[in-house]
């Protein structure tokens, strides 16, 4: 259980964003969830320097699709982090398991596999509530959470290059 609040952030401990491009590829899948992370994730990318331009979303219909569509999306456009946003909800089959795994162990191999940071915000909850408390409920944003590793790990990503970006 989420014990903090996912929205809050320093501006002051985190790199200007300006000179970096961002993917978001969203599950469409629950997207009364997956929309409103995408939405933290986009105006936190906002507020941190990010160009309006520099940032690409993609739909994809379901969590397990988020993996491929990350993966065309690094083969297809110049990025310096993918922000990869999904919602699995527990039911009564064991397909969350599967999913869940597959999705985690897919994210991962894309970042062993590449050079550009895919950051992971897929909730797994339990309960419908549960994800509505981490999408802007009561524990906060996980959009906003992922949109500020994914700045991070752009500056990270691009150590040594030239630019105004601050941080590392």
């Excluded at 597959?102 to 550009?116: A, E, P, R, S, Y």
């Excluded at 915000?121 to 949109?147: F, P, W, Y």
Aim: proline share 2%.
């Amino acid at each position: 259980m989420a014990t903090t609040n996912l929205s809050y952030y320093d501006k002051n401990t985190i790199p200007n964003a300006k000179d970096f491009r961002f993917g978001i590829v969203v599950s469409e899948w629950n997207p009364d969830i997956t929309q409103n992370l995408h939405k933290g994730a986009i105006e936190t990318l906002l507020d941190c320097g990010a160009l309006k331009e520099n940032i690409i979303s993609w739909d994809v219909p379901g969590s397990f699709e988020l993996i491929y569509g990350c993966k065309k999306m690094i083969a297809t456009e110049k990025l310096d982090a993918i922000i990869a946003i999904g919602n699995v909800i527990q039911g009564e089959t064991k397909h969350f398991d599967f999913v869940c795994e597959g999705v985690t162990q897919g994210i991962v191999d894309l970042n062993i596999k590449h050079d550009v940071p895919v950051i992971f915000c897929v909730l797994t909850d339990n309960t419908k509530q549960q994800s509505i408390d981490r999408s802007g409920g009561k524990h906060g944003n996980k959009g906003i959470e992922c949109a500020v590793a994914a700045v991070k790990m752009a500056a990270l990503k691009n150590i040594g290059r030239n630019t105004n970006s601050v941080g590392f």
